[in-house]
């Protein structure tokens, strides 16, 4: 089971800390932005004198307004075709467990979520990388590419769109030509959409539950934490239309009861009655973070960054051999004005050995004002780690 590299390096800077020394958290998407009111207000309302078991699925009413709410886009979707999961990590684990055997295969284009390691080693899942490069924006390879890495054990492909780490949006056009591949080759195309409401610049966000002829073949995971930026109320989603794969899934819930009840009650009261200027203004704000650190790391030099076009990430290629020692570096040795800051080594986000050494992940989720600081940081221990 391999560690988290988001969160390996945290005596670290627990140590930093105790020492009086600020930590600019960089290295985890948790945001600062407020929980959306709707969410506590869900919980407030909650007045049952027992807080009992909710449906191994999750609560009814909540799933079928989880399906109300994607049938906007006109998915068709019922509520039995959602399961409501402990944070979507539980979702993908489930997902593993699910549409997999032991020594089956999933394909995934790396860097990827670092956390797919373990999930699929909790299930004996073997993962494929195809790489994809800063220099060509971690953009999709060709899918010739990509069906020449299809084995006769590869059982799905798997994508995070918008991506962790690198935050890049796949189009339309690269996963419909994912989806006729899944469908020739007959695997299960499994979408991470986590981060679906994030995405900038006018562009939008395409999901697979949209694309003709793979209802049988398509997976999502949400999450409804992310969303609403309830990180801790850990409330996720796993979505289907494959009746079979659902059945498997609910194996996997039923074992571990049900999700978090009073988190279920805020999480729909989130999705019912938050509107569209709240993600407005998330989104304006995440634009605007993202624009000042990728003009930061651009001016820095040997840096690049390309810009992110969704989520709340970005991956750097930094002018250093190896990303685990420099980070490891900054926490334990560095200090501007007080302050050192925390990043993700970006080895940790590659299945091929030897990738991602010159690289970092960075979450743009401090205000600006913090963000400022923690590059004016990174610049000047990135010129002390060179010239040592």
């Known amino acids: 089971m391999p560690a988290s590299p988001i969160r390996r390096l945290v005596p670290y800077a627990e140590a930093a800390k105790q020492s009086g020394t600020t930590v600019y958290h960089l290295n985890i998407g948790q945001p600062d932005i407020a929980t959306a009111p709707a969410f506590w207000e869900g919980v407030a309302a909650h007045h049952d004198k027992v807080l009992s078991y909710s449906h191994s699925a999750g609560l009814v009413q909540y799933r079928q307004a989880y399906a109300d709410n994607l049938n906007r886009k006109g998915y068709g979707l019922t509520a039995e075709d959602v399961l409501i999961s402990t944070?979507?990590?539980?979702?993908?684990?489930?997902?593993?467990?699910?549409?997999?055997?032991?020594?089956?295969?999933?394909?995934?284009?790396?860097?990827?979520?670092?956390?797919?390691?373990?999930?699929?080693?909790?299930?004996?899942?073997v993962v494929r990388p195809f790489t994809t490069t800063i220099e060509e924006r971690f953009a999709l390879p060709e899918v010739e590419a990509v069906?020449?890495?299809?084995?006769?054990?590869?059982?799905?492909?798997?994508?995070?769109?918008?991506?962790?780490?690198?935050?890049?949006?796949?189009?339309k056009a690269?996963?419909?030509?994912?989806?006729?591949?899944?469908?020739?080759?007959?695997?299960?195309?499994i979408a991470d959409e986590v981060y679906r409401e994030f995405v900038y610049d006018?562009?939008?966000?395409?999901?697979?539950?949209?694309?003709?002829?793979?209802?049988?073949?398509?997976?999502?995971?949400?999450?409804?934490?992310?969303?609403?930026?309830?990180?801790?109320a850990r409330?996720?989603?796993?979505?289907?239309?494959?009746?079979?794969?659902?059945?498997?899934?609910?194996?996997?819930?039923?074992a571990r009861l049900?999700?978090?009840?009073?988190?279920?009650?805020?999480?729909?009261a989130a999705l019912l009655h938050t509107g569209p200027d709240y993600f407005d203004e998330v989104r304006a704000e995440y634009v605007s973070r993202r624009n000042l650190m990728v003009q930061a790391l651009s001016a820095m030099p040997g840096v690049a960054c390309p810009r992110p076009g969704g989520a709340f990430y970005a991956?750097?290629?930094?002018?250093?051999?190896?990303?685990?020692?420099?980070?490891?570096w900054m926490l334990e040795h560095h200090r501007h004005e007080g302050a050192t800051v925390m990043m993700a080594p970006a080895t940790g986000f590659y299945a091929t050995p030897g990738l991602g050494r010159d690289e970092v992940r960075l979450a743009y989720v401090l205000e600006k004002a913090n963000l400022a600081l923690a590059m004016d940081c990174l610049a000047t221990g990135l010129a002390a780690y060179r010239g040592a």
């Open 315 to 328: 991956v750097a290629r930094l002018p250093i051999t190896d990303s685990d020692d420099f980070c490891r």
């Open 258 to 268: 049900s999700p978090p009840t009073l988190e279920q009650m805020g999480a729909m």
């Open 202 to 232: 006018g562009q939008q966000h395409t999901s697979i539950l949209g694309i003709h002829g793979l209802e049988q073949h398509a997976v999502v995971v949400e999450s409804t934490s992310k969303m609403y930026s309830a990180c801790g």
């Open 87 to 125: 944070g979507g990590s539980e979702a993908l684990v489930m997902t593993m467990m699910a549409c997999f055997d032991p020594g089956d295969e999933v394909l995934i284009p790396e860097p990827f979520y670092a956390n797919y390691n373990g999930f699929a080693a909790m299930g004996g899942v």
């Open 174 to 189: 690269e996963l419909e030509a994912l989806a006729v591949l899944c469908l020739k080759h007959d695997l299960f195309l």
């Open 147 to 171: 069906e020449a890495a299809i084995g006769p054990k590869t059982r799905a492909l798997m994508i995070c769109n918008p991506n962790n780490p690198t935050g890049t949006l796949y189009s």
């Open 235 to 254: 409330i996720g989603a796993l979505i289907t239309k494959n009746q079979d794969l659902m059945a498997t899934a609910l194996k996997y819930a039923q």
